[in-house]
């Protein structure tokens, strides 16, 4: 019943950040989405008679790759494939599957908040048994499997009707069409006291940005805690997301921030991306930074039911600011600082050393699974509301006041010429010995260096991860190229200046970065490399 397909191996399937991300039309070449799948199945052992998980966005292809994905892997031995309903499974209920059900691992197919559509992007990630996504020797050898692959395998059979929950028969193998929220749903219910959140009366409102979140939301958000009908918008997953980038932040979600900052607006505002695991977090007239959102987490997590015994240990991602640090230090709790990219918290949180993580790029997780959730964030920053009973507002301004601010932004330059890009970072790099000590726009530079992990669990190292630029103070400027763009080249420059406790806490970002943005410029000569005089997207 296994047929071998003759295939030719392409030279581009090498995993980003996150998975192996390309234009639509890249996918659609023949045998294309085919020898990346197998690639994975010829790289992983202990496929005989395993489960798998598959689920995705819903953006355009989804479908079409999860029949292509089914037919593989009954070919390639599995017992059992866990699909949601629709081919839908966001990011963090995916990785909780893939727990639950015990599996060998998952396909996650999604381009996060990069846009949908015939012409837009598309993704396939593997996430392995933990539920988090593959580690670099993984991904590594995968991408060198690509490189020779020379066939792939597959069955006849019929498409299943992804829309119809039940069993059904694809070869020797069984494919189980799963309600993709329930399970989450249930896990949301056990972390959070969702008692106390409908006692709270709070008014909220939720942009699911036409993706993958809104079944979900509305699930959660307005059936389990009787939020108002309406408090989900956008909650109907659209192939092309209504022709929006699904990115949770001030330029995309513009909208959601118009209404925190109106006069009527509601206690909470919220969004999720493409895939459900970023969020944006938005109080009335109060937007909080992802980085101080992670920080004021962890410094109430304890009120939630799931994080009552207190944290283990935080992580961030190295671009993402030092507010985490202040409360870490508090807590007495360790803080780890790992390279851009989800992958690298799963062995903190295998080894218990860390509960809670975050990144500046709008992610922010627990234990509870082994991806950034989207949605835990509003749920943990809903309960702790209810519990404090106090403003978004009034938390942060407390949250100031007793560790100081870490005023931060980052500014992305898109579309860079990738040859350009290169030659600036090269320069960059070259020029690290010799700038400590030097003064640029008024600032003193005590450390410049490019970042190196040593991962603790398992000594391995990951290099060039971002140049850091440290000066006197604690203020900070990071500079690196984004690893999930499609086309041309990101540059993403991360500034951060820390304001003491007692200190200038209530002033307007902009200006107290406005020196970091000018020595930044003079240190990497950005728009002398990139000809641009300013950033596309300011986060
Ligand atoms: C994905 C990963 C995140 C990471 C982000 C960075 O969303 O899941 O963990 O922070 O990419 O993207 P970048 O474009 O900066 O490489
Ligand atoms: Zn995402």
Redesign the pocket.
Known sequence: MIRTVASQAYSDQKPGT?GLRKKVTVFQQPNYAENFVQSVFDVIDGKDGATLVIGG?GRFLNREVIQKAIRIAAANGFGRVVVGRGGLLS?PAASNMIRIRGALGGLVL?A??NPGGPTEDFGIKYNIANGGPAPEPVTEALYQRTRTIDRWLTVDADDVDLDTLGEVTVGEMTVEVVDPVADYAALMERLFDFDAIRAAGLTMAFDAMSAVTGPYATEILERRLGFAPGTVRNGEPLEDFGGHHPDPNLVHARALYETMMAADAPDFGAAS??????NLIIGRARFVTPSDSLAMLAANAHLAPGYKAGLKGIARSMPTSAAADRVAETLGVPIFETPTGWKFFGNLLDAGMATICGEESA?TGSDHVRE?D?LWAVLLWLNILAVRGESVDAIARDHWATYGRNYYARHDYEGVDSARADALMTELRGSLAGLPGRTVAGLRIATADDFAYNDPTDGSVSRNQGVRILFDGGSRVVFRLSGTGTSGATLRVYLERYEPAGGDLDRETGAMLADIVAAADEIAGITRHTGRSEPDVIT
């Open positions: 996150s966005d990011t999604s996060s908040h991306d493409g895939d459900g695991d970023r992610g950034k989207g």
